[in-house]
């Protein structure tokens, strides 16, 4: 994945899945999400052990987010 790509419901939640298996405890992240899924996105950050800390848009369509990693449950 390039740091361009734009991200649906279902591939944040393959991404942050795969990324939970690097990251360390308070590693924070940031990831580009359509603006139609940010419904979605707290209940699939808190699936992933993840929590938004941040947000803000990024053009017409998109919102950049800020994740940091809670560590394994």
């Known amino acids: 994945m390039s740091s361009k790509d734009v991200l649906d419901s279902r591939s944040l939640s393959s991404f942050l899945l795969s990324m939970s298996n690097v990251l360390r405890k308070d590693d924070k ?3 580009v999400v359509y603006s139609k ?3 979605e996105c707290p209940g ?5 052990n993840f929590a938004i800390i941040d947000g803000e848009e ?3 369509d998109k919102i ?3 994740l940091v990693y809670k560590g394994k449950p």
């Open 64 to 66: 950049k987010l800020v």
């Open 44 to 48: 699939i950050a808190m699936e992933h």
């Open 29 to 31: 992240l940031e990831v």
């Open 37 to 39: 899924d940010i419904q």
């Open 58 to 60: 990024d053009g017409e």
